[in-house]
C-alpha cells in the first residue's frame, strides 16, 4: 500500500504518530527514509546494518516525539540520531571485531574500498577515475556523491551530515575540480595518442 | 556532536526508485509501529539502560527490606540453619555455635567449657 503525503507539516505527523497514528508513521517515514538510507549507507558501508540504523532511529524518534520541540526543525534532529546511531553501531562492531580477531575465532571482512561513481566511469578511464574517486577526502566523495549522483539538495546534505551549507559546497567543488582534472588527462593523453 | 566515522562510503550500489522506496517506508513504519507497541518487559529486555534502572531499584527494595526489620526473620532462619549444620562433637560445636570465639579450655578439654 502506498502511503500518500498528506502535506502535514513534521511537527503535526510527528505529533500524529507519537499519539498512535499509524498513517502518520507511514508518510513521516516515508518522507525521510530516502535520504535517512543515503546516509545510514555513506556512514556505515553495507546496506543491511544502515538499513538497522534507518529502522532505529525512527523508532528512536517516535519514541522521544514528546520531547521534540515543534517549533525547530525536524531533519537536522532526526539526521543527528541517524548519525548518532551509525557512529555507536560502527563502534560496537570495531570493538566486536577486535575481539574476534584477538580471540581468532573468526575472520573479520575487510570493508570494500569505495565503489566508484558510476556515471563518471562511463566518461572516464574507469582506473583514473577510481583513483580520483580515493583521493577524495571522504566528506569530498560523500557531498559528491548525494548531491551530483543522487540530486538531493545542497541544504539537504548539509543537515544530512551536521555540517554548513557552504561547507557541502566546497566539497563538492573540489570533488567536481578534481575529477574534472583525471577527465581533462585522459583526454588530451588520448589525442596525443591518436596523433 | 563529533562524528568519529571517518569513512564515507559510495550509495552507488543502492536502488533509487520511487517503488523501492515506497515498499521500504511500508515495511520500516510498519516494524516500527510494532515496535513501538510491544509491551513493556519485552522493551526492558533490550534497554540495557533499563536493566540497570531494575537492577538498581532491585537494589534499593532489597536494602529497605534489610532496613525496616524483616531481616530478623532472615537472621531466625539463619541461626536454625548453623544449628542443623553444626558438627555434633563438642570441639566443633564450640567453633561454630558461641557468638564470641570459644574459650582455650573447651577446646583443649572435650566436655569444659
Request: proline share 4%; net charge neutral.
Amino acid at each position: 500500500m502506498h502511503v500518500e503525503d498528506d502535506g502535514r507539516s513534521d511537527a503535526e505527523l510527528l505529533a500524529a504518530a507519537a499519539g498512535g497514528d499509524g498513517v502518520a508513521v507511514g508518510v513521516l517515514v516515508r518522507r525521510y527514509i530516502r535520504a535517512a538510507t543515503l546516509l545510514a549507507v555513506q556512514l556505515m558501508g553495507d546496506q543491511d546494518d544502515a538499513d538497522d540504523v534507518v529502522q532505529e532511529a525512527f523508532t528512536v524518534v517516535l519514541r522521544k516525539a514528546r520531547r521534540f520541540d515543534a517549533q525547530r526543525p525536524f531533519p537536522p534532529w532526526f539526521f543527528s540520531i541517524v548519525r548518532r546511531l551509525a557512529a555507536n553501531k560502527r563502534s560496537r562492531d570495531l570493538r566486536r571485531a577486535r575481539l574476534m580477531r584477538v580471540f581468532g575465532r573468526g575472520v573479520v571482512a575487510e570493508q570494500a574500498s569505495p565503489p566508484g561513481d558510476e556515471a563518471l566511469l562511463a566518461r572516464l578511464d574507469a582506473v583514473a577515475a577510481t583513483h580520483a574517486l580515493k583521493d577524495l577526502s571522504p566528506m569530498q566523495r560523500a557531498c559528491f556523491d548525494l548531491v551530483v549522483m543522487r540530486d538531493l539538495s545542497i541544504e539537504e546534505v548539509a543537515v544530512m551530515h551536521g555540517i554548513s551549507e557552504s561547507t557541502v559546497r566546497q566539497h563538492v567543488f573540489r570533488a567536481r575540480a578534481a575529477l574534472r582534472t583525471i577527465l581533462e588527462d585522459n583526454g588530451s593523453r588520448a589525442d596525443h595518442e591518436a596523433r | 556532536m563529533r562524528d568519529d566515522v571517518t569513512n564515507r562510503f559510495a550509495t552507488s550500489r543502492i536502488r533509487d526508485d520511487a517503488g523501492h522506496w515506497d515498499a521500504r517506508a511500508e515495511q520500516v513504519a510498519a516494524d516500527v509501529v510494532r515496535e513501538l507497541n510491544r509491551g513493556g518487559f519485552e522493551w526492558l529486555g533490550n534497554s540495557r539502560r533499563m536493566w540497570v534502572a531494575a537492577c538498581l531499584l532491585m537494589l534499593v527494595a532489597l536494602l529497605s527490606v534489610v532496613s525496616s526489620g524483616v531481616i530478623p526473620v532472615a537472621q531466625g532462619v539463619a541461626t536454625e540453619l548453623t544449628n542443623a549444620l553444626a558438627p555434633v562433637d563438642d570441639i566443633g560445636r564450640a567453633i561454630v555455635l558461641p557468638d564470641r570465639p570459644p574459650a582455650i579450655g573447651a577446646l583443649l578439654l572435650p566436655g569444659g567449657t
